[in-house]
């Protein structure tokens, strides 16, 4: 079946894609885009579909060049990585005062996970599990960004991953596909408001469309596979949540779908973001998109911006394809004036929707870049946020919290890195007055812990690898001295210290984008580090920085206590000690798995049945679905982490145990505080189909609350179950709940939870 069928046949069977919110017209926009599109020649229509970089944060191979000659030309429709009340208001002048018709910019940057006041890499906000708090941090990022002249941000990024070696897995908000949609929706309510023309939203950029995350071998831009029903049940949700949630703009990926590029995919771009989803919005491609399908090979620059354009794209990012090729294809007859207007309509929309017709400048307030960047209460804030992301893997014999006491050794070359502390995809952050973990600590401790710092090691031997890794401004200071001197120094520095902390792991630039990697293991020259400090006989706390799911198996088996910290932003080094002295009890889950070596991957909870399923609790059974050398089981499963407290569950009570289409369940459990600590608890809900018409997941998160009990204090946690929750694509691509018996799962983590069961009739 050809794609032009296949789009044929979902439209006509889908039929629960109802049209979204988005499709809601504006009659006065309308008028007013049509009678500015009146005025203008093809050349400049085609001008506002060009998106050009102002070259500050360099994030592709290509940088933009006549800028300036361009603007008064009216060939560009919008900038971004350019920002500054007094940089924009300039490059705003010239296209309202010295352009033929005076047609504002649109203005862009990757604001990522936050602007100035940087929070944990989109991974890290996902292992929060607390929606607020993910919300909170967008509104932030919208507030500081906008007070530095922008309107635009290409985020949310929702890609499900479920490969670690897949480097943008940092990016996103993991393996699961209710998690990611709840956090996309939150990220786009955060960035816009309820008012895209207040002067302190952010028009969002949902990304990437769609399946990059799938990557095959975890190697960035390479290419996807999959069924479509597997699309429709666990890869476009998220995309779906955040359209639904009115994000005012789509980015396309990189990757091919069904063999068709992203970029130039029509049953994607129109007949599922469009016309199923209702999408009314603008879609950008990526950094040079349009000029890459020449290398997947269909076609000259031309052809290929021909096909972009018919496919549903609008707005060309960098390349310039559309800019130096659309005449001539309409001349040539290879696109229509209808398609170069559309793409012109929507790209002019944006603009009226953000206000900037109204007021091109609303965004030029110098008071607002002084006084609403890097705000004690931004600050504040993200040391409440990164503190809340940490996941704490391990802690045998309550090695944490360490007592606000005696001297610490931190040790590590992460221990004194402030420009790794961001984390990837940070572009606007100020790497160089960024506390490092050290720092961080000694602010927040100060004279009641002796810190002693050493390096400890290199962050990797192979110096080249180590320049890779450490890219954009994120250098870590090599020793060249042998390994064996440098750990003796490490140890000597140690051993007069009560506890050791080692600051070991991955460079913020290890994870990202086109920062694939094959081996996931702590590099080797630091686990030889760690060794050596653990035959110091003194207790030992790993904090691992790192952007994806690590291979710890080494770690988890002689290491005491193990923080998983992610990157958390500007405060990290502070949040770090806020949660290694007991100021905060640890809450963090696992957003993704955590396996046990490399050749699990992938390896996600909400795995396929098989007919050949291992019985549980089993290692190796010959003909069944394992492997000879290691059991199935990960690391750490979804959905895990530890408390300085612990939490006991009550068996399931149900409300009843048969479901009717129109009812609902109550299912309810009660959780009680067991330990010494008051904490918080992420309380989470999973659902198995039983029998149905196509095979299903073993388990599906699909509710959780985050809550906070006082030690010894319980609470009854209650959810709704309804037949929406138990709706899936089948093989037809209808949205069905099928008639039958369910598994029903509460607990602390995917893998540890109390079990019943119900039918829906």
């Keep these: 079946m050809n794609m032009r069928k296949i789009a044929i046949w979902i439209l006509g069977?889908?039929?629960?894609?109802?049209?979204?919110?988005?499709?809601?017209?504006?009659?006065?926009?309308?008028?007013?885009?049509?009678?500015?599109?009146?005025?203008?020649?093809?050349?400049?229509?085609?001008?506002?579909?060009?998106?050009?970089?102002?070259?500050e944060a360099v994030t592709g191979s290509v940088v933009s060049t006549g800028v300036e000659s361009k603007i008064k030309s009216g060939q560009i429709g919008g900038i971004f990585s350019m920002s500054s009340p007094s940089k924009i208001r300039a490059a705003q002048t010239l296209a309202v005062k010295q352009s033929r018709l005076g047609i504002p910019i649109i203005f862009g940057m990757d604001v990522i996970h936050g602007y100035k006041t940087l929070f944990p890499i989109p991974l890290g906000l996902a292992a929060t599990w607390d929606m607020n708090l993910i919300r909170e941090s967008a509104r932030i990022a919208a507030v500081e960004a906008t007070a530095d002249g922008l309107n635009w941000t290409f985020s949310p990024m929702v890609d499900?991953?479920?490969?670690?070696?897949?480097?943008?897995?940092?990016?996103?908000?993991?393996?699961?596909?209710?998690?990611?949609?709840?956090?996309?929706?939150?990220?786009?309510?955060?960035?816009?408001?309820?008012?895209?023309?207040?002067?302190n939203t952010l028009m969002a950029c949902v990304k990437h469309f769609a399946l990059y995350g799938a990557a095959e071998a975890g190697r960035d831009y390479n290419t996807t596979d999959m069924s479509l029903h597997r699309m429709y049940?666990?890869?476009?949700?998220?995309?779906?949540?955040?359209?639904?949630?009115?994000?005012?703009?789509?980015?396309?990926?990189?990757?091919?779908?069904?063999?068709?590029?992203?970029?130039?995919?029509?049953?994607?771009?129109?007949?599922?973001?469009?016309?199923?989803?209702?999408?009314?919005?603008?879609?950008?491609?990526?950094?040079?998109?349009?000029?890459?399908?020449?290398?997947?090979?269909?076609?000259?620059?031309?052809?290929?911006?021909?096909?972009?354009?018919?496919?549903?794209?609008?707005?060309?990012?960098?390349?310039?394809?559309?800019?130096?090729?659309?005449?001539?294809?309409?001349?040539?007859?290879?696109?229509?004036q209808a398609e170069i207007d559309q793409a012109c309509r929507l790209v002019l929309e944006a603009k009226y929707k953000l206000g900037l017709f109204e007021d091109p400048f609303r965004y030029c307030d110098d008071k607002r870049a002084k006084n609403n960047i890097l705000t004690p209460a931004h600050l504040a804030k993200s040391r409440e946020i990164a503190a809340k992301s940490f996941v704490l893997l391990k802690n045998d014999k309550q090695t944490l919290p360490l007592q606000k006491k005696g001297t610490v050794a931190l040790i590590g070359p992460l221990a004194n890195t402030g420009a790794n502390m961001p984390g990837t995809w940070s572009v606007s952050a100020d790497l160089e007055n960024t506390p490092s973990l050290l720092e961080g600590m000694q602010a927040a401790l100060g004279n009641s812990v002796k810190i002693v710092h050493h390096m400890g090691s290199n962050l990797l031997t192979d110096a080249a690898y180590q320049e890779r890794a450490t890219m954009f401004g994120r250098t870590i200071p090599r020793d060249e001295r042998p390994e064996a001197d440098i750990i003796a120094e490490a140890v000597q520095v140690a051993s007069g210290a009560d506890v050791i902390v080692a600051a070991l792991g991955e460079s913020s630039e290890m994870s990202g984008e086109s920062s694939s990697r094959t081996d996931l293991d702590i590099p080797a020259t630091q686990k030889r580090l760690l060794e050596a400090l653990l035959k110091t006989g003194k207790p030992v706390v790993l904090v691992v920085f790192a952007g994806r799911p690590l291979t710890l198996s080494w770690e988890q088996e002689h290491v005491p206590a193990i923080l998983n910290v992610w990157f958390g932003g500007t405060e990290t080094g502070k949040a770090v000690a806020d949660v290694l002295f007991g100021d905060v009890n640890p809450?963090?889950?696992?957003?993704?798995?955590?396996?046990?070596?490399?050749?699990?991957?992938?390896?996600?909870?909400?795995?396929?049945?098989?007919?050949?399923?291992?019985?549980?609790?089993?290692?190796?059974?010959?003909?069944?679905?394992?492997?000879?050398?290691?059991?199935?089981?990960?690391?750490?499963?979804?959905?895990?982490?530890?408390?300085?407290?612990?939490?006991?569950?009550?068996?399931?009570?149900?409300?009843?145990t048969s479901l009717q289409a129109?009812?609902?369940?109550?299912?309810?459990?009660?959780?009680?505080?067991?330990?010494?600590?008051?904490?918080?608890?992420?309380?989470?809900?999973?659902?198995?189909?039983?029998?149905?018409?196509?095979?299903?997941?073993?388990?599906?998160?699909?509710?959780?609350?985050?809550?906070?009990?006082?030690?010894?204090?319980?609470?009854?946690?209650?959810?709704?179950?309804?037949?929406?929750?138990?709706?899936?694509?089948?093989?037809?691509?209808?949205?069905?709940?099928?008639?039958?018996?369910?598994?029903?799962?509460?607990?602390?983590?995917?893998?540890?939870?109390?079990e019943t069961q119900f039918t829906l009739e």
Excluded at 39 to 44: I, L, Q, R, S, Y
Excluded at 254 to 260: K, Q, S
Excluded at 618 to 641: C, H, M, T
Excluded at 728 to 751: M, R, W
């Design 13 to 55: 069977v889908a039929t629960t894609c109802s049209l979204s919110v988005q499709a809601q017209k504006n009659p006065k926009m309308d008028t007013f885009v049509s009678e500015l599109m009146g005025k203008m020649t093809v050349e400049e229509k085609i001008g506002q579909l060009n998106l050009v970089t102002g070259g």
């Design 587 to 656: 809450s963090g889950k696992l957003p993704a798995t955590f396996p046990k070596n490399v050749g699990q991957i992938p390896l996600y909870y909400a795995a396929k049945t098989t007919g050949r399923p291992l019985a549980k609790d089993a290692w190796f059974q010959k003909f069944r679905s394992n492997y000879i050398d290691v059991d199935n089981e990960p690391l750490y499963p979804f959905g895990y982490g530890l408390s300085y407290s612990s939490f006991s569950y009550s068996d399931i009570k149900l409300s009843k």
């Design 233 to 336: 049940n666990e890869y476009l949700p998220p995309y779906k949540a955040a359209i639904d949630a009115g994000a005012g703009t789509v980015m396309a990926s990189f990757n091919d779908i069904n063999g068709v590029p992203a970029t130039a995919n029509k049953w994607l771009m129109t007949d599922v973001l469009r016309n199923q989803w209702g999408f009314n919005g603008m879609v950008v491609t990526d950094y040079t998109g349009i000029n890459e399908l020449v290398d997947h090979g269909l076609g000259d620059l031309q052809t290929v911006s021909a096909l972009s354009l018919k496919a549903g794209i609008h707005m060309d990012m960098v390349g310039e394809g559309f800019l130096t090729t659309l005449k001539k294809s309409l001349d040539e007859g290879k696109v229509t």
């Design 662 to 754: 129109n009812d609902k369940i109550i299912a309810t459990v009660n959780v009680k505080n067991t330990g010494n600590f008051d904490g918080e608890e992420v309380v989470q809900l999973y659902l198995r189909d039983i029998y149905a018409s196509i095979t299903r997941p073993v388990k599906e998160l699909k509710g959780f609350q985050k809550i906070f009990l006082k030690k010894g204090e319980s609470r009854d946690v209650s959810f709704e179950i309804s037949a929406e929750d138990l709706k899936f694509y089948n093989n037809e691509l209808k949205f069905v709940a099928e008639p039958g018996d369910f598994k029903l799962y509460i607990g602390t983590n995917s893998s540890d939870v109390k």
């Design 160 to 199: 499900i991953s479920r490969d670690p070696r897949w480097g943008r897995i940092s990016e996103g908000s993991g393996e699961d596909t209710y998690l990611s949609s709840r956090i996309a929706a939150e990220m786009v309510k955060g960035y816009q408001g309820s008012d895209l023309q207040a002067n």
